[in-house]
Each structure stands twice: as C-alpha cells, then as structure tokens.
C-alpha cells in the first residue's frame, strides 16, 4: 500500500512539472506581432511582360504596400504618391493615390497596387532595343520616403 501511495505521488508529481512548461502552440497569434514603422514599406512582386514594343506595349507593376499610421494617398489629385524613375534618362513618372485609410485615423494597412506604365519610349535612335530598370518609391503625406526598388531589366523593342 506503501509503494501504492509513493506512485501515485510521484505521478502527480510529475503530471504538475509538465503542466508547468511553456506553451508551444503553434496557434499563438503573439509570436508574430512586431512593431511596423510609419515610414512606408514596398516590395515588387511582379513586372509583365519584360520584353515590350515601344510605343505600344504598357508595362504593369504589382507593388505591396505596408504602413504603420496609414497615412499613404491623398485626396488631393494633383499631389503624386508613388514614382517611377526610368534608368534610361531623367524623366519621373508621378502616380496620384487617393487616401488608403480613413480620414483623420493612423492604422496599419497593407496592400497591393498595380500601376501601368503605358506605352513605353525608346530614347535613342529608335532602331535598336535598348534596356530600361525603372526605380520605383513611394511617399506618404508626412513626407516621409519609402525604401526605393529596382525593377528587374526590361528591353524596349523598336
């Protein structure tokens, strides 16, 4: 009966130590909060087509966007968010972006833009195909900059 009782005791013992431990579960939404800066964030997800006739042919650009205060766009439409530079030449391409968020609030957004380029130039004589990296940013209503990106090298046919 002794040893009866020594068991169940050092069985309850040890049930209590593994009930003590950390919990692993891998449903824990926590883990993956992080802080989000109020300086925009954008990644290239995708350029089609990379091989264009000039003149013609429109280049499509998916960017993913992210904010901490969401204060990316503005209603007024001759304020430009989002740029394009061509490597080729000096030229800057300005896109208007209406408000993403409601007015007057600072929430986290995060998205996706799709933005055409359309009919791409040729700069030189026009009889050969040239290549273009077009660099593309964004900047929200405090001004603030985001990270620049590179598209990937496209040719621009005659």
Do not use: W
């Amino acid at each position: 009966m002794k040893n009866l009782f020594l068991c169940f005791t050092l069985f309850c013992f040890t049930a209590f130590l593994l009930s003590c431990g950390k919990d692993n579960d891998t449903n824990d939404t926590d883990k993956d909060i992080r802080p989000v800066s109020d300086t925009p964030y954008i990644e290239l997800i995708d350029v089609q087509p990379t091989n264009v006739k000039a003149f013609e042919d429109s280049i499509v650009f998916t960017i993913y966007y992210l904010d901490g205060n969401g204060d990316i766009g503005t209603s007024d439409a001759d304020v430009n968010s989002l740029f394009l530079k061509d490597s080729r030449g000096a030229f800057e391409i300005g896109y208007h972006i209406p408000p993403l968020s409601p007015k007057n609030s600072s929430i986290t957004i995060e998205g996706h833009f799709k933005i055409t380029l359309q009919n791409t130039i040729l700069f030189g004589d026009g009889e050969s195909a040239e290549k273009a990296v077009f660099e593309i940013y964004l900047v929200d209503k405090a001004g603030l900059k985001s990270n620049v990106l590179h598209s990937p090298e496209i040719t621009v046919n005659p």
